[in-house]
């Protein structure tokens, strides 16, 4: 195969800037010569001039005794060794190049592991069969290589003789690259840290923490969507909560759950769209589409929940695969898809509640309120919202339609399948450790203060549990002092020697 000339020296690539100056490699060299319409991999790799090999957070920079053969053979084979496998943009290669130059590619070193992943990868992922003989000898080899990326249950593939680990199937199959952040999130062992948290923790008190908690992270998904909904139904919401891990995800239970989310669906179609959709805002004066995150087109939407829904199974069933990687993978996957008109992003907060109690991260009973948490650092979260969406938006052609909603004209179903997920399961780990080592031990603290503080004025005082209470949160609010207002309404029976005991009472329990 003649050499095609790949890869040029540069300072500068799509719009991001290497390190220092070397030679485009693998993914990114394959990408510039085909002109493939694809998301740029969240990593890129460089051949600089230097002997020095290194990472930043958006390339892996090479010494030149790594430079490939400036091949397609050459930059596909250093793309797989290097950096891992990318399905939507390996999907978009096999579909550029005629299916001779592929039969030809893979019959140069046929028993070869890197000809056998291609070959593999292109009958997965574009599900043509090429005009190649079985594989019948030699030793089966791993598709996925984890020491770059999580893999999922093998499965032998006997034709190229190859494990298919993939995490997913044809129709959804997001990917997380091993990272050190990761790998120190999984050092930690947080699921046996929350046991140990919650075995030290009396029944009585986890049951209420547990009760606030939900109620608390309820309020919080609706708030993140702008919502501010009445108490029974954040109750509700929260009840739905409470039983994540209970049914296995369907299509049914997913309808289920947005019943539940949605109070009044007289305006709203419910059920899979059978319409575009998009989130962001109309232009004030034509009411044209103005979108942050276009979503699959409705026609896809079957196939890719079908495809989700097959992926979750297949990770639920594999007791080695992270639970809260599996969650990201769920949860993220479904709002990316955004199959329903509304209740999208309550019901992919409650996946996590759900995944993780599926793969026994934790114990029934024990809430996550990762709602509450993505509403402190809300900011972060769109941004790795964003990390999906924006780089997919200008490459789906819409145009407005007669409604100003998005009329999607092009493919796209393979942006929403193929991703790499390794953002949104770094974020979501840490708003897990979040949780496990500041929000429930914080909860459990204050509710421990609130008994000793209750005990104390039921001993102190006669008066009924709402009045205490009430005096407590007023305490609370002014630190410690009550306000004149307080003093001479709520609680002017009061003497000035007992509002003074009292408020150094507090200030011990709470406040020192």
Known sequence: MENNYLSDTVTIFYER?????????GYAALLHRYKLQVPLPDVLSIISHKHKQYRTEEWQVFTPRHRPEDTLRGHLIFALKYEGIELGLLKRLFCTIDTEEWIALISQEPTGQYSRKIWFLYEWLTKNTLALSDMTTGNYIDLVDTSLQFAGIPFNSKRHRVRNNLPGNPNFCPMIRKTSVIAQYMELDL???????????????????????LLK????????????????????????????????????????????VISDSRFIKMGLRDQEGFIGAHDRRH??????????????????????????????????????????????????????VDGNGRIHRYLIHHVLLRKKYVEKGVI????????????????????????????????????????????????????????????????????????????????????????????????????????????????????????DREFKALTKDELLYIQDKFKEVFLL
């Not at 046991?195 to 908690?213: N, Y």
């Not at 739905?240 to 539940?260: C, M, T, V």
Request: proline share 6%; charged share 30%; hydrophobic share 40%.
């Open 17 to 25: 800037f290497p390190p220092e100056e070397g030679y485009i490699a």
């Open 191 to 213: 699921s046996k840290q929350i046991k140990e948290i919650i075995g030290a923790i009396h029944p009585d008190v986890m049951a209420r923490t547990a009760a606030f908690l």
């Open 217 to 260: 992270d309820s309020k919080a998904s609706f708030a993140i969507e702008g919502e501010h909904p009445p108490q029974n139904r954040a109750q509700r919401w929260g009840r739905a909560i409470g039983e994540a891990g209970k049914n296995p995800l369907s299509l049914k239970e997913l309808e289920r759950l947005q019943q539940i």
């Open 287 to 340: 009411g044209t589409p103005i979108p942050e995150h276009i979503s699959a087109r409705w026609k896809d939407v079957d196939t890719l929940i079908e495809g989700w829904i097959e992926m979750d199974e297949k990770l639920e069933q594999d007791s080695d695969f992270d639970a809260v990687l599996a969650a990201a993978m769920v949860a993220f996957g479904f709002v990316f898809i955004h199959p329903f």
């Open 368 to 487: 996550f309120p990762v709602s509450s948490i993505i509403l402190e650092r809300l900011g972060e979260y769109q941004k790795i919202l964003e990390a999906f969406s924006i780089p997919r938006l200008d490459l789906v052609n819409w145009r407005p339609d007669k409604s100003n909603n998005v009329k999607i004209l092009n493919e796209t179903i393979d942006l929403y399948r193929y991703f790499d997920a390794t953002k949104q399961a770094e974020f979501l780990y840490s708003c897990v450790k979040q949780t496990i080592q500041k929000t429930v031990p914080s909860e459990v603290d204050y509710l421990d203060k609130y008994d000793r503080m209750k005990g104390f004025l039921d001993n102190y005082v006669q008066m009924p549990d709402k009045t205490v209470d009430l005096l407590i949160r007023f305490l609370e609010q002014g630190k410690g002092q009550l306000s004149k207002r307080a003093k």
